[in-house]
């Protein structure tokens, strides 16, 4: 489902090879690299995502300080929502692809500044 949102875009793909075409595909198109992002359920595998597409993670400058904070306390899921949403997505969006993270996907977002 690729989804645009204000001026979010979302793409889940499902590995790692999707998510470097999906990231090329936005680059292609005008996205900076510091407008694009990904995201998995799994910390280890977003670090090792983000760093072979040269993508960012989703971090503080982008949620903010207090959310930044708050994951800390978080369950996984609920991290990802929050940090979904801080990028300009609904709550209902967010938990839709979480649950996609959940099933192993990968999310790629771009956000234009």
């Known amino acids: 489902m690729n989804q645009t949102h204000h001026n979010s875009y979302a793409k889940v793909v499902e590995n790692g090879v999707q998510a470097v075409e999906a990231v090329n595909e936005l680059r292609n198109t005008g996205y900076r690299y510091e407008d694009v992002f990904v995201l998995a ?7 090792r995502i983000a760093d072979t597409v040269d993508a960012k993670e989703i971090g503080i400058k982008e949620e903010g300080v207090f959310d930044s904070l708050a994951n800390l306390f978080r369950s996984r899921g ?4 929050a940090k ?3 990028l300009g997505f609904t709550d209902t969006e967010a938990d839709f692809y979480e649950k996609e993270l ?7 977002i771009a956000k234009k500044a």
């Open 84 to 86: 979904i949403t801080s």
């Open 41 to 47: 359920h799994d910390q280890d595998r977003t670090d």
């Open 102 to 108: 959940d099933q192993g996907k990968v999310l790629v």
């Open 78 to 81: 609920d991290e990802l929502r």
